[in-house]
């Protein structure tokens, strides 16, 4: 049996990252803009790890549809990681452009 002794002799397997756009349908992130992401986190002994991330404005949700839509604010926006029912609500947002989902995502990302 071999034991690791390093940080370096770990074994990572990559993450699977899937990215989705302003429809919020699922994207390479190339050609279009990215609203949202999901990861999994290889933990080792076959544990994955789900994350969830939202694109946000000034420490809120980003309407793409809202009245900050218009402006040049993208590389003001950054990621913010949420939980499953928020990354699920704004996502549903994206592609139906019901507001209830927007109300269930910008709750979801006060409660935490």
Known sequence: MKFITSENEKVNKPSNELLFDIKGEQTDGVKDKVYSKSLSVYLGNDKTQNKFFIRTFN??????????????????????????????????????????????????????
């Open 59 to 112: 420490n809120v949700p980003f309407d793409p549809l809202g009245s900050e839509s218009g402006r040049q604010i993208w590389n003001r926006t950054a990621f913010r990681q949420v939980s499953k029912n928020t990354f699920e609500a704004y996502n549903s947002y994206l592609s139906t452009k019901n507001k209830i989902f927007w109300t269930k995502t910008n709750r979801g990302y006060i409660n935490g």
